[in-house]
């Protein structure tokens, strides 16, 4: 199957899939986006909006056996860890 923006993506072109721990997310170039299976589509994640506010364009995202969520985003050549989250 096919993921584009018939499915909740905000472009064919630009989107970074990612496991984390709670499941399938897209990093866009409109910010991340998370899977919902029972639905077979996307929606923009309110949580990650939270968490990195004023970052749309997220390069690299993984979460480690400590709950930290890392990111990476090359146009600011940033990178961090947000401490501890079980869930995004």
């Known amino acids: 199957m096919v993921y584009d923006t018939g ?7 630009g ?14 170039r409109n910010g991340i986006y998370r899977f919902n299976e029972s639905r077979e589509s996307f929606w923009p994640d309110s949580t990650f909006s ?10 690299y995202i993984s979460q480690d ?6 990111y990476y985003n090359d146009q600011q050549a940033r990178g961090a ?7 995004p």
């Not at 989107?15 to 866009?28: D, K, P, W």
């Not at 939270?50 to 390069?59: A, E, R």
């Not at 860890?81 to 869930?87: D, L, M, P, S, V």
């Open 15 to 28: 989107n970074n899939l990612f496991h984390l721990q709670s499941g399938l997310v897209v990093a866009t």
């Open 7 to 13: 499915s909740g993506l905000p472009k064919r072109i």
């Open 50 to 59: 939270q968490l990195l506010p004023g970052y749309k364009h997220i390069d």
């Open 81 to 87: 860890a947000i401490r501890g989250r079980r869930k």
């Open 65 to 70: 056996n400590n709950n930290n969520i890392w």
